[in-house]
């Protein structure tokens, strides 16, 4: 195969990845919300089971003026959006979806860069609350850069700790050094990383930033139209993008009970939704945590769990 | 020249006309904003040279921490949204410290290799990176962690007026504010 054709290739399967992944975790939000809470609206649009809802919401978001207020700071409101987007975009380029190098660009520090990019998303939030000139949205942002930049410390240490575990940093190789007894083994690992990332993506019950019964809808206040449809699409995506990590990083990825080379891809698709799913499932069951219990949960539960996490994993290498 | 020259040439335009914006806009966030752009565009450079860890690391450090909290600091302040033209700032000292030491470095640089090609060392990877930094260099690392830790230790120390001097300002606040313990990281 010529080189510009597989480019294409993996280029179009990440950007399909893209742009199919958050939208069947919005649809299943639709869902799995109104079963649990007894929501009918959304089982109302297009007849059968609510199916056309999302679509519904597409059209209303594209139809909506995309309004910027007087005295926001314009092209750092108008450029906010895309810079919520971005860094998960680029951060599904390198997790992969299969073995034998099925993923978008395999790399050797896929882990670190994933963090990296990951970690520029709270200047979006930063962005976004500033430019809208108004004293919700700033308080939001302060919120939001104040959670992010506190989740990111346990968020780095537990994925330290399976990189540790696995003796590299690229994503596939974790993977592949991947055994069913690591479920044990990093399971606090596990538990803080899932909390972090929820965190990171600001999904309740970590959503302070967003609170709409205290400050409207925080640094999203102002955003209409198409903008405030992008910032969505930057939190569905955040999920795909978590609940990816968490699957490559702990569940073992691709590794499932038979065919893992030929069904690979299934497998991880599979697990991803099944994170997907408790992800949704904790915002219909969870109450938001007040400002200081976040705070008070990252670094005195979190941060201490991550770092005795790494002492036994050490250990255990060490013993080994 | 080669792609890769070109490339680094955009990179390096890149970083020196962000870097010029950040200190002479008016809007204070913009200045962060574009302090953004500046060290991203050095991050590119390392990425050019093969230097990936070193890149992304750049990037997890400087763009979203390091800046990161130097926007958050503007915006508890009361910055406005708009210009602020009341900014105090001497402009010629700047720049004659500024512009005389980029020339006199640019000058050394070139004066000391003139022609002189050097062969890129192989790809900067991790594990390449890992066994220098815990090999030849431990020691500067381990001194280097020393100092972190100590500046660690001081802020959290600094942010407590209920540690230290024992019992005095003890009603001055029940805990360590949030952006301490940020700026303690």
């Known amino acids: ?320 | 020249m080669t792609g890769v020259d070109a490339l680094l040439l955009a990179l390096g335009a890149l970083a020196v006309g962000s870097a010029v914006l950040v200190v002479t806009t008016r809007h204070l966030v913009r200045a962060g904003l574009y302090l953004v752009v500046c060290l991203g565009a050095v991050a590119g450079m390392y990425l050019v040279l093969t230097a990936e860890l070193v890149a992304w690391v750049q990037v997890l450090i400087y763009v979203g921490a390091v800046v990161v909290l130097l926007l958050f600091a503007v915006m508890l302040t009361r910055a406005p949204v708009g210009a602020s033209d009341d900014l105090d700032r001497p402009g010629w000292p700047a720049a004659l410290i500024g512009g005389g030491v980029g020339l006199g470095l640019a000058a050394l640089l070139v004066d000391a290799y003139r022609w002189t090609t050097v062969e890129l060392p192989e790809a900067g990877s991790a594990e390449r990176i890992g066994a220098q930094v815990f090999g030849s260099w431990v020691l500067p690392f381990e001194v280097l962690s020393v100092l972190l830790l100590s500046a660690l230790v001081g802020a959290i120390v600094l942010s407590r007026p209920d540690i230290g001097s024992a019992g005095a300002d003890r009603s001055a606040g029940d805990g360590p504010a949030t952006e301490d313990r940020e700026r303690s990281r």
């Open chain 1, 1 to 320: 195969m010529p080189l510009w054709l597989e480019l294409v290739i993996r280029i179009g399967g990440v950007l399909a990845a893209f742009l199919i992944l958050p939208l069947l975790v919005g649809q299943a939000e639709h869902k799995v919300m109104a079963h649990m809470q007894g929501r009918l609206g959304p089982m109302y649009a297009g007849g059968f089971h609510g199916w056309a809802q999302l679509i519904a919401d597409g059209v209303k978001f594209v139809q909506k003026e995309d309004l910027t207020p007087r005295a926001a700071d314009r092209p750092v409101f108008r450029l906010a959006p895309a810079v919520a987007l971005v860094p998960y975009l680029l951060a599904l380029l390198v997790i992969p979806l299969g073995p034998n190098d099925l993923v978008g660009q395999p790399l050797d520090i896929g882990l670190f860069f994933v963090l990296a990019v990951v970690g520029v998303g709270v200047l979006a939030v930063l962005m976004s609350a500033w430019a809208s000139a108004n004293k919700y949205s700033l308080l939001g942002g302060v919120r939001g850069a104040a959670q992010l930049l506190g989740y990111e410390l346990p968020l780095v240490l537990a994925a330290a700790s399976v990189a540790m575990a696995a003796g590299t940093l690229s994503l596939s190789g974790i993977v592949e050094a991947w055994q069913p007894w690591w479920l044990i083994w990093q399971a606090p690992a596990m538990v803080v990383f899932f909390l972090a990332g929820l965190a990171e993506i600001r999904r309740p019950p970590f959503d302070m930033p967003v609170a709409d019964s205290e400050l409207v809808f925080g640094y999203l206040t102002e955003y209409s139209g198409l903008r405030f449809a992008f910032l969505l699409l930057a939190e569905y995506v955040g999920i795909v993008v978590i609940a990816a990590l968490t699957t490559v990083l702990f569940l073992g990825g691709w590794q499932g009970p038979f065919a893992d080379a030929q069904l690979g891809w299934l497998w991880t698709l599979l697990k991803v939704a099944a994170v997907s799913f408790v992800i949704i499932w904790l915002r219909v069951s969870y109450p938001r945590l007040r400002e200081d219990q976040l705070q008070r949960l990252c670094w005195l539960v979190l941060v201490p769990a991550a770092l005795a996490q790494l002492v036994l994993t050490a250990a255990v290498r060490l013993a080994l």
